[in-house]
């Protein structure tokens, strides 16, 4: 039998919102899967989807930097141990400074980017090791993205932890950054229906056909089941297809279909997504975990 921790059972029960008990069972049947657990509990409880965005795991800032006009721009994750640290003053000025750097010089990866040289002539990689003795706690580079607009990019940061860029064509001068500010709010995977991976409707259709076919309905009430549980899912990780955050009542197609506008694509970054953290377990819930 699998050794399952209580930081999984955690990470399941954040994934899925349900009960340590429960996550802790389907982990045992999974033999400490994490993935397969959450497909069993979904199957079985209807638990929706989880977001990547709210698996944050590590410390640090997104930092972006658009052009004049929004003809191209730039957003960037620099990674720290602790969030006093992402309060620091010379680390979001640091992570600032990349930004601007990636846009304007177009490295290729972090190792490109640590190679350049800041505007004050210092070398990147020289003011990283610097920070690290100044401030006493590693610091990196983890990712970044640049892009040219196909119309105009628009910006949003949310604190220093959620960014955005969307590339917008046509509308009003406040859609590209509303458009922003909803992205950060619901997290979409994709611009539309069209542009989510194969693979990913496909899981979704294997788990709303588990779920059908537990329900024991006839094969052709099952089969529209599906087929409406795959439609719901899109609806609610596409922006086209999501409720606009300003006005419910309306979707985001609607919104940009009324102003005449596209929406060309967007980058969503949040701080730590995807990086796993060691976590202390909780007294009280190792105890519950042993005695089950």
Do not use: W
């Not at 297809?241 to 197609?253: I, L």
């Amino acid at each position: 039998m699998a050794d399952i921790s209580a930081t999984t059972v955690m990470e399941l029960r954040q994934r899925t919102g349900l009960g340590m008990m429960e996550c802790k069972k389907a982990l045992t049947e999974a033999a400490g899967d994490l993935v397969k657990a959450e497909e069993l509990l979904r199957i079985r409880s209807g638990a929706k989807a989880s977001k990547s965005a709210g698996r944050v795991a590590a410390e640090g800032v997104i930092a972006v930097s658009v052009a004049d006009g929004g003809s191209s721009a730039a957003i960037v994750e620099v990674n720290c141990e602790t969030d006093f640290v992402a309060r620091n003053d010379d680390f979001r000025a640091f992570a600032t400074e990349l930004a601007a750097l990636v846009r304007t010089r177009r490295p290729a990866d972090p190792a490109a980017l640590a190679a350049l040289a800041l505007a004050s002539g210092e070398i990147v990689e020289a003011r990283r090791v610097a920070l690290v003795q100044k401030i006493g706690e590693n610091i990196g580079i983890r990712r970044f993205e640049r892009l040219d607009a196909r119309g105009s990019i628009a910006s949003y940061v949310h604190g220093t932890r959620i960014g955005v860029l969307v590339d917008v064509s046509g509308g009003a001068a406040a859609l590209g950054r509303d458009l922003a500010m909803h992205i950060a709010a619901s997290k979409p995977i994709a611009v539309a229906r069209e542009n989510v991976a194969a693979e990913v409707i496909e899981r979704e259709r294997s788990i709303a056909a588990a779920r059908a076919a537990e329900s024991g309905k006839p094969p052709a009430i099952a089969a529209k089941m599906v087929e409406g549980a795959v439609a719901k899912f899109l609806a609610e990780v596409t922006l086209l297809g999501q409720p606009f955050v300003k006005n419910d009542k309306e979707t985001v197609a609607s919104l940009v279909k009324a102003q005449g506008a596209t929406v060309n694509g967007f980058v969503l970054y949040v701080v730590g997504e995807g990086i796993e953290k060691r976590k202390d377990d909780f007294a009280a819930e190792v105890a519950a975990l042993s005695r089950a």
